[in-house]
């Protein structure tokens, strides 16, 4: 689990300060790879959620290709089984694929978004939103934070 403070420029981490441009760099000193993950990692730290970061692969296959997906949080919820939370800021055309195909081929994971804005098109060319295609692939997702319900499965 990391332990931080993002405040005003200044990280706290341990018995670390250090200054940052802005919360992206600080996040990727404590080992994220954006802000929304540093962002989430603290929620859960603050509600003393037992969790880990980018611990598992999960095999999938991309046509003429096998690939691993590290999803970004698990957290096990109380029937034993895993809970996967992935953040999204961007969801690419390529994050899409990938995430079709992960589903299609591991039905039985539950894996859930946080989207910085599911409201976002998933392109300048279309009016599907990232909601929108969570929906029609059957994804559950939130905005901002981890909502209280998933966390208390």
């Known amino acids: ?26 996040a990727l000193v404590l080992g994220y790879r954006s802000g929304l993950e540093e962002k989430i990692g603290k929620q859960l730290d603050d509600l003393q959620i037992d969790y880990t970061y ?18 970004d949080f698990i957290k096990n919820k109380k029937n034993g089984e895993k809970l996967y939370i992935e953040t ?35 392109s300048k060319s279309s009016n599907t939103t990232y909601a929108a295609w969570c929906q029609k692939h059957g994804f559950i997702f939130a905005d901002k934070e981890i909502p209280k319900d998933w966390l208390e499965e």
Not at 1 to 26: D, E, V
Not at 54 to 71: D, F, L, M
């Open 54 to 71: 980018e611990t598992e692969k999960i095999s999938y296959v991309q046509p003429a290709k096998k690939r691993t997906y590290k999803p």
């Open 1 to 26: 689990m990391i332990r931080f403070l993002w405040s005003g420029g200044i990280i706290k981490h341990n018995n670390m300060r250090r200054r940052f441009k802005n919360q992206k760099q600080a």
């Open 88 to 122: 999204k800021g961007r969801l690419t055309a390529a994050d899409r694929k990938k995430h079709e195909l992960v589903k299609d081929q591991n039905p039985n994971l539950d894996i859930r978004f946080v989207f910085t804005n599911s409201n976002t098109r998933i």
